[in-house]
């Protein structure tokens, strides 16, 4: 299968200062060393605890944040891949059209003090693609596309629900005709039957407009329903990559071992055994040497504590950075 996008070696190192000249005198590595690939018409589901780098990934890539080194490569609709990092200006406007974003808060993320049709409208005038009769009709198109009606383009964004401004946030990331959305906890912030609702659509638009998603999660019920493949991120590191039936039947990574846990069961006559993490996670500013997890690990050895592991490859398709990775006997989701 042809790769949409493929990253290589992603950092994003914010600096800390301090005294009266602003002196760096360290960093937090929010994205340390991450290598992925998104597939044409595939869900690449990102999960992970808060503030382990998911969300700054998903904005490295889009350069809505710079990031520090490494290479976004993206794949126009010629055929030849743009290294997204390294583009001026104008070549990063142009595919900003076929790479959008989904924002978690579809209140915030929506201007108050516009109506549906000048949202929705914005992309389209803002790179060209239609004005007048044709802006309007445009529009009425991405709105249906979403669920709504054509009568409610003249409303503010205060007067619909939830689930309905990340409708309109949806249209307007379709606007420009995308080829590859980075959905930031996109039904993070709505009622679990919105949710299921708003998962069903972006699966529906996938198909029809033959999408590629990377979906940002810490929802692991979420993950398992839309994605097709899912990465682990702790600690600005991605510690597990798989196809989402073989990660949830067979993590190999301790730490994801102890998320699938967490996963409740929908079944009140059995009972999770939950594995709880001792200590806290790691400081991105200061993180301890070898494996980033040992300090919680509880199959840690001596040489986790010294030497990083690599990203090896236990089957197809499956990497880990773990060094026992395939010698542990890891527990599944349920």
Do not use: W
Not at 125 to 141: D, M, N
Not at 165 to 185: G, Y
């Amino acid at each position: 299968m042809e790769s949409i996008l493929r990253v290589e070696g992603l950092t994003k190192y914010f600096p800390i200062r301090k005294g009266f000249l602003g002196r760096t005198v360290g960093s937090v590595k929010a994205v340390d060393d991450v290598r992925l690939t998104v597939n044409k018409g595939e869900t690449f589901g990102l999960v992970g605890e808060s503030g382990c780098g998911k969300s700054t990934l998903g904005r490295c890539l889009l350069r809505a944040t710079e990031p520090t080194g490494g290479s976004i490569l993206f794949r126009d609709r010629s055929g030849a891949e743009l290294d997204v990092g390294r583009l001026d200006k104008p070549g990063l406007r142009n595919v900003r059209r076929d790479m959008q974003l989904v924002f978690q808060d579809p209140y915030s993320s929506l201007n108050p003090r516009m109506t549906v049709t000048e949202i929705v409208g914005e992309p389209l005038i803002c790179h060209g693609i239609a004005k007048g009769s044709e802006l309007r009709r445009r529009v009425v198109e991405l709105i249906e596309m979403v669920g709504l009606s054509a009568r409610q383009l003249d409303r503010y964004p205060h007067a619909f629900s939830g689930g309905q401004r990340q409708r309109i946030c949806i249209a307007r990331a379709l606007a420009t005709s995308p080829r590859f959305l980075v959905c930031d906890e996109a039904v993070s912030a709505l009622d679990v039957s919105v949710q299921a609702q708003i998962l069903n659509l972006l699966r529906e638009l996938q198909e029809r407009l033959e999408l590629s998603y990377l979906f940002i999660s810490h929802d692991l019920g979420v993950i398992r329903h839309i994605s097709d493949k899912v990465g682990v991120m702790y600690v600005g590191k991605l510690v597990e990559t798989a196809s989402t039936g073989e990660l949830f039947e067979r993590p190999f990574h301790p730490y994801t071992e102890a998320l699938l846990s967490a996963k409740p069961i929908p079944d009140p006559r059995r009972k999770a055994e939950r594995i709880v993490l001792a200590g806290e996670v790691a400081n991105p500013a200061n993180p301890p040497s070898g494996c980033y997890f040992h300090p919680r690990c509880p199959y840690a050895r001596d040489v986790c504590k010294t030497a990083a592991p690599p990203m090896k490859q236990v089957a197809k398709d499956h990497v880990v950075a773990c060094h026992f990775a395939g010698e542990l006997q890891l527990r599944g989701a349920l």
